[in-house]
């Protein structure tokens, strides 16, 4: 299988994510809140996909063997529907990964053949297709004509607490049926309960200031892009970021401010990077994301949006003036096969903390030459 879509391009300067070649100007913020608008776009739409795979990622339920607790809910669609097949289904970059299966043997399939996949892009409620052949978005994939022969079937969505749409409940037969009214509304209770399962582990994963993934979070969804660039030799790169600035603002305008503060920070962090990587709030006002497919060069360039996008967009105080966000970021590279999680980040913290030593003055008193500046203080590891 080659890489994720979303690990596709390379961190070169390139523009804005639609394409523009732009920063992105904002254009939207509640005073002291958190960004609403950006090139004319809701900002929650612009990472929509990104805060919806830091979701997934925070499941830990990838790659992991069939659960109770799951399986228990596909048996009883089965029963309540009358299908020989029902799944639930994870949508991440590449693939559709479904965690429970009966009645379905192939744990792992390519994203471009996924009907979860259209089901996330078409946002539907519940999706019903009584006969794939006769559909034109399914009649040529290949789970229609070759085994397992899907001809009818009826997918539920899965929400996360935050509304982010992180897989699909479905129902499968090999010939073709409609629903009726009762039917479709189980099914819809049905995923509600798969949503309940999920929704218990995300509360421990998702930070609720930002939305982001947590430190323990990030630790499910990093193991699990390291073992990926394993796997496929690529490099990774550590971002570790930490907030300037961050008590002056609660000491003067009270820590709603600083709260939004952070909220604008995240949100930046997020516009700045592709959507297969992980950005995780750690804690206070430190930041990290995992890049992987990118080495120490790549990731400064990236590091270089976050800073545009902070010199773009600043934060609007209570007093209707706006005052502009900046952070001090440390880099570590990781080769194929290289350091765990925790040695890593904790390496890109050291360079972090060197940076804003250095910035300072440090012990020779004098600024740190080279990519300083108001908004971004960097220092990469060897």
Known sequence: MGPPTGFSFPYTAWGSPKGTGSVGKLQGQEPGGRVTSVDGQDLDDGVREHRRRNALYSLGLLDSPPEE????????????????????????????????????????????????????????????????????????????TQEPYIRFLAGAPVWASDGAMVGTLWVV?????TLEPAQVAALRDLAGLV???????????????????????????????????????????????????????????????????????????LYALRDADVVARIGGDEFAALLVGANCQGAAIAADRFAARLRANPLALPDGTRTECSATIGIARRPPGGLGLAEL????????????????????????????GRYLKLRLTS
């Open 195 to 269: 949503g309940r399962e999920v929704n218990g582990r995300i509360v421990a994963t998702v930070d609720d200031l930002t939305g982001l993934v947590n430190r323990r979070g990030f630790e499910f969804a990093g193991r699990r892009l390291l073992a990926y660039a394993d796997r496929t030799r690529l490099d990774a790169a550590l971002l570790y970021a930490d907030s300037d600035g961050l008590k002056g603002l609660n000491d003067r305008w009270g820590h709603a401010t600083g709260d939004a503060a952070l909220r604008l920070v995240a949100d930046q962090l």
């Open 345 to 372: 980040t904790s390496q890109a913290d050291q360079a972090m903390y060197e940076a804003k030593v250095e910035d300072q003055g440090g012990r020779s008193g004098r600024p740190r030459a080279g990519r300083t």
């Open 173 to 177: 037969d090999h010939v073709p049926r």
């Open 69 to 144: 607790s799951f399986d228990r809910i596909t048996r009883l669609a089965r029963q309540v529907i009358g299908v020989p097949i029902a799944l639930v289904s994870l949508v991440d970059v590449d693939r559709q990964w479904s965690q429970s299966r009966p009645g379905f043997h192939v744990a792992e399939i390519p994203r471009w053949q996924s009907f979860c996949s259209q089901a996330i892009e078409e946002g539907h409620d519940v999706l019903v297709v009584p006969d794939a052949l006769l559909d034109d978005r399914f009649a040529a994939n290949d789970l229609v």
